[in-house]
């Protein structure tokens, strides 16, 4: 299914170091429209920085990154330069992310949250985006915390706020850098289930995950990350039946 | 003199006091946060002047700098200002509180986590929304026990206007006190300041209060 859709994501050859190491070494990647890509790998291999420099929440040194085609950043003579602010801005528009420790706005309310990006960035009306708000709030069980602040929040909900915020903006693609890895673990199934229904309305998306198991039932693909580079990638299937000694050893780590 | 007549003498010089402590915070407040950004600036000469500023300011005493704002005018440049004392008081008091308050609200940026940065910038929410909308509240709830503190200190430093023979309350007091060989005057003077004080601790109080409907 996934073979049509348009290419949404193209990543070519990505490199990105901190202080002369070299993080992610030669990194290409692209998503169709509707495919749900898992990121799996042990720490320290990079798929925090790959999402951060898809976010351009860090600036990579070097391969280009483009959504639908637009550059966002590509090589020049050598160097990775970035396009202009205002075609940077509209690219923003095109994907969201879920942060690991949520980055709530504390001092604003659940509906405030959700609402004050669509209504400040995109210029949304106010009463729209509250109408907007509350059918997300109402999609991911938490139509009865519009009003509460984050504080008053377990952690699972927060989480999901988070992500109504990010969907709020209407992206076309939406990145989760291990959104239940700071959760108690009886927290955690509330967020997959979130996150398994929006895979249900082909949302694409790309999460960085150490839930194997949902990373198997949930991904069209699954990328196994290391050292820098992508080192296997495949269907969950494929995966999970690999001959790459890397790859079974440490999904066999799950396994036990 | 009765007792009547110092009192009100005094509540007279309780309203320059009073004027020299509002009209000093309405000015420093936002200095300071200018001079924190100063301070916070990535380009180095800015950052330096700010710190020079923020050094000198804190490192000399208050009196002092009083004294080199009122007669700089005359002395460095050969002006001669008309009645210049009360806005020399404000400029000085000004000047000097901006320092403390510019170290305040730096200390108060810097302790905001990273987080709340990235998730505004994923927003798309631009660098001043960030700070206007995401940042500044937060830094205020953050910064407003130094604040307090500052404040109170302020109110009880409105008495150094008096090297510049302005008639706050403490000039006043002292004036009466000499003219009535009474400790009197200085013994009101001292319950005002304290009164005077108490209300600003009450309010501080209130706004604290008020920003704890979130942790
Ligand atoms: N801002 C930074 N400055 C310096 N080094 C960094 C920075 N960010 C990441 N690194 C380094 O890059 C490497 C990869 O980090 P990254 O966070 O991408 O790994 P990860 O695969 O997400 O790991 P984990 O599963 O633990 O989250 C680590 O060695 C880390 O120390
Ligand atoms: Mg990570």
């Known amino acids: 299914m996934s073979e049509e859709g348009k290419i949404l994501l193209q990543i070519e050859h990505m490199k990105k170091s901190f202080d002369g190491v070299e993080i992610l070494k030669d990194i290409s990647l692209s998503v169709r429209e509707g495919e749900v890509v898992s990121i799996i790998g042990p720490s320290g291999s990079g798929k925090s920085t790959l999402l951060r420099c898809a976010t351009m929440l860090e600036t990579m040194d070097g391969g280009t990154l483009s959504y639908l085609s637009e550059k966002a950043a590509y090589e020049e003579n050598g160097r990775c330069v970035y396009a202009p602010k205002a075609k940077l ?17 504390p001092h604003y309310s659940v509906m405030k949250n959700i609402t ?63 959104p239940t890895s700071a959760l108690d673990p009886e927290l955690t199934g509330e967020v997959l289930k979130v996150i398994k229904e929006l895979a249900r ?26 050292q820098g580079i992508i080192q296997a990638e495949g269907t969950p299937e494929e995966i999970f039946h690999c001959e790459n000694d890397r790859v079974r050893e440490f999904i066999g780590k799950f396994q036990s | 003199m009765t007792l009547s007549t110092i009192l009100l003498q005094l509540m007279k010089g309780m309203g320059v006091t009073a004027e020299i402590f509002f009209l000093t915070l309405l000015f420093s407040l936002p200095l300071g946060l200018l001079v924190a950004f100063g301070r916070m600036s990535k380009n180095g000469i800015i950052r330096t002047v700010s710190k020079i500023y923020i050094s000198v ?83 205020i709830k953050r910064i407003l026990p130094p604040v307090t503190n500052e404040t109170i200190t302020l109110v009880k430093d409105t008495s150094l206007a008096f090297v510049l023979a302005q008639a706050e309350m403490f000039t006043m007091a002292k004036q009466i006190a000499a003219k009535e060989t009474s400790i009197m005057p200085l013994m009101i003077a001292g319950v005002f300041y304290y009164l005077f004080n108490l209300i600003v601790a009450t309010v501080m109080e209130r706004i604290e209060k008020s920003l704890n409907y979130y942790k």
């Open chain 1, 89 to 105: 801005k509209e690219i923003h528009k095109n994907f969201g992310l879920v942060f690991q420790n949520f980055n709530l706005f």
């Open chain 1, 201 to 226: 309305e082909h949302m694409t998306m790309i999460i960085v995950t150490h839930e194997m198991q949902f990373a198997r039932e949930l991904s069209d693909r699954i990328i196994f990350m290391e």
């Open chain 2, 57 to 139: 300011l804190r490192g000399t005493p208050l009196m002092l700098q009083l004294i080199v704002v009122y007669f700089a005018p005359f002395y460095v440049f050969h002006l001669k200002v008309g009645n210049y004392r009360f806005p020399a008081i404000i400029i000085a008091f000004a000047l000097n509180y901006a320092a403390y308050f510019a170290e305040i609200y730096r200390a108060g940026i810097e302790s905001m986590p990273v987080g709340q940065y990235e998730a505004a910038r994923v927003l798309g929410y631009s660098r001043l929304q960030t700070f206007v909308r995401i940042i500044l509240p937060q830094v």
């Open chain 1, 116 to 178: 004050d990006a669509p209504v400040v960035v995109d210029k949304v009306p106010k009463k729209e985006a509250e109408e907007r708000a509350r059918k997300l709030l109402a999609q991911l069980g938490l139509s009865d915390k519009a009003d509460a602040y984050p504080c008053q929040l377990s952690g699972g909900q927060q989480q999901r706020v988070s992500i109504a915020r990010a969907l709020a903006l209407q992206p076309k693609i939406l990145f989760f850098d291990e």
